[in-house]
């Protein structure tokens, strides 16, 4: 029951999301003790599920922090997605982001190799039933959040570049990835 497995920077660490009842859940097990441990209590919103950690649409669901000591996700708490932070010990749960619009749907987050910013992309389902996308970062410290940019094609969010300056995007045009 369990996919999208990812491990954690420092390699001791492996993430996934299960399906525990009706719900995603992250959960994580550890190299030497191979104890698990359930770090989320209201379930994830899981863009794809696959046995593989690669989605043709997304890279991820969730996201560990360079330093491996928290993970980013998306939940639908409430009916709102929205970035959540979780420790690796799963202490300390909380909300990142401020979305209050029910239309916008959150994908991908991934972490800055510096730990201070989260990139992530959104879809918002406009009034005539197109949808419009974007790519937004957000401060962990301050929850500023900056949008980078925006259109009518899906962006895939691929990586950060090494500097940390730059983010890697794949833009989605119906099945042809440009």
Do not use: H, M
């Not at 997304?58 to 979780?86: C, E, H, K, M």
């Not at 005539?128 to 790519?135: E, K, L, P, Q, R």
């Not at 410290?141 to 980078?148: G, P, V, Y």
């Amino acid at each position: 029951n369990g996919g999208l497995a990812k491990w954690s920077p420092d390699g001791k660490t492996l993430a996934f999301v299960r399906i525990t009842g009706d719900k995603f859940q992250i959960e994580t097990t550890t190299t030497l003790a191979g104890e698990q441990k359930q770090l989320t209590t209201e379930g994830v919103t899981a863009g794809s599920y696959s046995v593989l950690p690669y989605s043709r649409l997304q890279t991820s669901d969730f996201s560990w922090s360079p330093d491996a000591s928290r993970i980013v996700y998306i939940s639908a708490r409430s009916g709102l997605n929205n970035l959540w932070l979780v420790n690796a010990d799963g202490s300390n749960e909380f909300r990142l982001s401020e979305n209050n619009d029910s239309e916008v749907n959150v994908y991908c987050p991934l972490w800055s190799s510096d730990g201070k910013r989260i990139a992530f992309s959104t879809r918002v389902v406009n009034a005539d039933g197109t949808s419009g996308y974007s790519v937004q970062i957000i401060d962990t410290e301050t929850k500023k959040t900056d949008l980078i940019t925006s259109g009518n094609e899906f962006l895939r969010l691929i990586g950060w570049s090494q500097s940390g300056n730059e983010l890697i995007l794949a833009s989605i045009n119906g099945s042809r990835v440009v």
